[in-house]
């Protein structure tokens, strides 16, 4: 076992700490520096390539009020304030306001949008969205980096390699976190006004695609439900467990983002039979709403008409497919091109195979208007609103709140006694001996939800995974790492057993099929939930679920 010897404590104090470093981190330390406090930005990873955006990314969601259909506030709010979303108008609003914004941010650190030859950006139509709000990018590859570089320009403090375990709540309100430095070993503790959870929307590692690799995914596999875990164990309310498990199209046993881009272009999605199958499930076809892709990709297959199934854009303009294969998907992951030599991929000679996608856990905290947490005072939500422009912009409206909440909010204490007891917990399993390696206890949560909560499941089948997963959760006193690295992905692994088993038990209590999964025991709509809100909070230390009827409008 690895010998940590006397553990370094290291102390710290901040106005506003910002958790995460990816593209919401990002935009909460831009919103909050400069503003008279101190910002304190963390993430176990190194600012200019850690979150999703690390990969690269190869295009912004912006509404701009062109005249052209659907573009525009009102119809945008109406898109998203929906009591399944459970978003308001006023932070929708707050959304809208910020794009254009962070659009002209990103220009000036010579990020490129592509353009028509009239000079108005080159915009297209994402899943089910009713507008074009789409403006591609050609180098984005480029934007973590020097998003970073701004940061840092800017003189925020950041603490790199750092891996948050807990939140310190005192009195309903949060006072600060407590982590420990991934590369030494040394344990951390901040002390805080106001704190923005930016740890990532997209839980990974939850099921595997084709090559059963859990790292081989669309997006980073190091966004592991800390978003979820951090705040449910604060007191925080959580929502959209039930309704936002994500998955797409991947590239056929290569795990990349993009295919939002590819689709939005005029991808054709073609099964065994040579069929273009997406008439069958939504009337805008591979533009339709995402899950329905992904639900009619399965439903095709357990029918038997796939694989394999293919993206055929080989009638698309030849300049829009060198963009699509030479600039927007190499934009969002960089080995793109390698893969492509290696699977002889060529836009404009063969459609190009496809599969279904490991599926994500998508859910978030419920917030107040200003992106405070309901139930926990001081608590801010980063990571709220979908893919980079969500992202970027989320974490900005929740980073300039973060910083008014420091007049509210003094500097407070935190327990010695729950400090002492977390450095204990959290260093255990380099301490354990004969016990549980964590890549096989992640391997059992995994196992589980590949075969239980897959893209078809029953509530039989749901009660069963709980009763498994809750069984792996008394095991985790067991779990042993090696050295430093494994004790990182143990804590990685923590927080998604509880992502996993809060998601699980919530989508047990919706019983109906509409988003990325089918159930066989209700295989139908039930439209007497689309004014309800699922909400997950604790109560003396058990997970609850209750169902809201949220005002949206």
């Excluded at 009102?74 to 979303?85: K, L």
């Excluded at 020097?146 to 375990?165: A, N």
């Excluded at 994500?246 to 795990?255: D, F, Q, S, V, Y």
């Excluded at 010695?416 to 260093?427: H, M």
Aim: aromatic share 10%; glycine share 10%.
């Amino acid at each position: 076992m690895h010998d940590t010897g006397e553990i370094a404590v290291m102390n710290h104090e901040t106005d506003v700490l910002v958790l995460g470093a990816g593209a919401s981190g990002c935009g909460a330390a831009l919103a909050a520096c400069g503003k008279g406090v101190r910002v304190l930005l963390a993430d176990k990873g190194k600012l200019e390539s850690c979150g999703s955006l690390g990969g690269g990314n190869d295009h912004f969601m912006a509404v701009l009020n062109s005249g052209a259909p659907g573009d525009d506030a009102a119809t945008a709010i109406d898109f998203y304030c929906t009591p399944m979303t459970g978003y308001t108008p006023a932070q929708v609003k707050q959304w809208l306001e910020v794009m254009p914004r962070m659009i002209e941010m990103l220009k000036s650190l010579g990020i490129e949008f592509l353009h028509n030859p009239d000079g108005s950006f080159y915009r297209t139509t994402g899943f089910g969205q009713p507008g074009s709000w789409w403006t591609h990018i050609n180098n984005g590859k480029y934007i973590k980096r020097r998003l970073g570089g701004l940061i840092r320009s800017k003189g925020v403090e950041t603490l790199e390699y750092f891996q948050c375990t807990k939140l310190f709540v005192e009195d309903g309100r949060v006072v600060g976190a407590a982590g420990f430095h991934v590369l030494d070993g040394s344990f951390h503790v901040i002390r805080a006004r106001s704190v923005v959870l930016a740890l990532g929307r997209l839980t990974g590692r939850v099921t595997v695609n084709s090559s059963l690799n859990p790292f081989n995914i669309a997006f980073s596999p190091f966004v592991t439900g800390s978003q979820i875990a951090l705040g449910y164990e604060a007191g925080a309310e959580i929502i959209t467990l039930d309704t936002e498990q994500e998955a797409t199209l991947i590239p056929k046993g290569w795990g990349c983002p993009g295919m939002n881009g590819i689709t939005s272009s005029g991808a054709k999605a073609v099964n065994a039979l040579g069929e273009r199958y997406m008439g069958k499930y939504h009337p805008m076809m591979e533009v339709g709403p995402r899950c329905l892709l992904v639900r009619g990709t399965a439903q095709e297959q357990s029918e038997g008409n796939g694989p394999p199934f293919v993206l055929d854009l080989t009638h698309i303009d030849k300049d829009i497919l060198h963009h699509l294969q030479y600039d927007s998907m190499p934009g969002d992951k960089e080995t793109w091109n390698d893969y492509c030599a290696q699977a002889g991929i060529d836009f404009s000679r063969k459609p190009m195979e496809v599969e279904l996608s490991e599926i994500y856990i998508n859910g978030i905290m419920y917030l107040a208007d200003n992106f405070e947490s309901r139930t926990v005072k001081g608590l801010f939500g980063g990571s709220m609103f979908h893919d980079f422009s969500g992202s970027l912009c989320s974490g900005y409206i929740a980073g300039a709140h973060a910083v008014e909440a420091c007049s509210r909010y003094a500097l407070a204490d935190m327990d010695e006694a729950q400090l002492l007891q977390e450095k204990e917990r959290v260093f255990l399993p380099l301490h354990t001996e004969d016990g549980i390696r964590q890549e096989k206890f992640e391997a059992a949560i995994r196992q589980v939800m590949n075969y239980y909560m897959g893209y078809v499941r029953s509530g039989r089948g749901m009660s069963i995974a709980l009763d498994k997963l809750t069984y792996i959760e008394s095991r985790m006193n067991e779990v042993m790492a090696a050295d430093l690295h494994e004790l990182m992905r143990a804590h990685e692994s923590f927080h998604l057993l509880r992502t996993c088993l809060l998601t699980t038990m919530a989508t047990l209590e919706r019983r109906e099929t509409r988003f990325v999964y089918k159930r066989t025991d209700y295989p139908e709509e039930d439209h007497s939930y689309d004014d309800k809100l699922l909400v997950v909070f604790q109560m003396d230390g058990v997970p609850r679920c209750e169902w809201r009827m949220p005002v949206v409008r």
